[in-house]
């Protein structure tokens, strides 16, 4: 199947610091990818929809200018969490559709200290 | 937001059982999807039923759905220990890239 790979792994950063996160979609191309956040135990809530080329699409109460989503070409979408605070501290995931079937990135464990 | 309940929450079996997970959704669909994570891992897809799918099967593993009642079942035959994860059902409005929308998961513990 085909394959999401998700940058870095683990991130352990110091509050008011800026980590950036890459999605990329190693054999297929990708004009839209999803950024989850999963909580301990928890469901995956969608934060936002990326859009190659354009604007991302966020999901209610997430914010724009927090969490920056940069999807400049059709393998890659970024994440950025900028300002992180303890409370961003979290599991973070991304997808990408090949047709209906989702594929997911490994996932990112940041934690802010 | 999320669309619905799995249940139950957690499972406990011993290898060589079955485990069947529930899955109940809101809304209409065009399919539903069965993930499974491991911890502290990315989700991997196992299985998809479409809308006018009532049945289907994936070596150990047998996916119902019942539209009328808008739930799925997942049942795992003959678990492994290596079986242990939690698993989610997910559902799409369409079959295009629409966004997915997750249960809340089973955490499946298989032990030797």
């Known amino acids: 199947g085909a394959v999401v790979s998700q940058h870095p792994s683990r991130v352990i950063c110091k509050s008011g610091t800026s980590v950036k996160i890459e999605c990329r979609s190693l054999d297929f191309q990708a004009t839209t990818m999803f950024w989850y956040r999963q909580f301990p135990k928890q469901s995956l809530m969608l934060m936002a929809t990326?859009?190659?080329?354009?604007?991302?699409?966020?999901e209610q109460g997430v914010e724009k200018d927090k969490f920056l989503i940069n999807h400049a070409s059709l393998t890659l979408s970024t994440l950025t969490v900028t300002s992180a605070h303890p409370e961003d501290s979290s599991f973070y995931i991304c997808?990408?559709?090949?047709?209906?079937?989702?594929?997911f990135g490994q996932g990112t464990r940041l934690t802010v200290v | 937001s999320q669309q619905g309940e799995e249940d139950p929450q957690a499972l406990s079996i011993q290898e060589g059982e079955n485990a069947t997970m529930n899955c109940s959704y809101k809304t209409s669909i065009n399919n539903l999807q069965w993930y499974r994570q491991n911890s502290g891992r990315g989700l991997v897809h196992l299985i998809l039923i479409r809308s006018n799918e009532r049945e289907k099967h994936s070596g150990r593993l047998r996916v119902t759905l019942d539209t009328s009642k808008k739930s799925s079942s997942l049942l795992i035959t003959a678990s492994r220990a290596a079986d242990t994860a939690s698993y989610f059902c997910a559902t799409a409005a369409n079959s295009g890239y629409s966004t997915l929308t997750f249960g809340k998961g089973t955490m499946l513990l298989v032990s030797p």
């Open positions: 997808s990408a559709r090949q047709g209906a079937q989702a594929f």
């Open positions: 990326s859009n190659e080329g354009s604007k991302a699409t966020y």
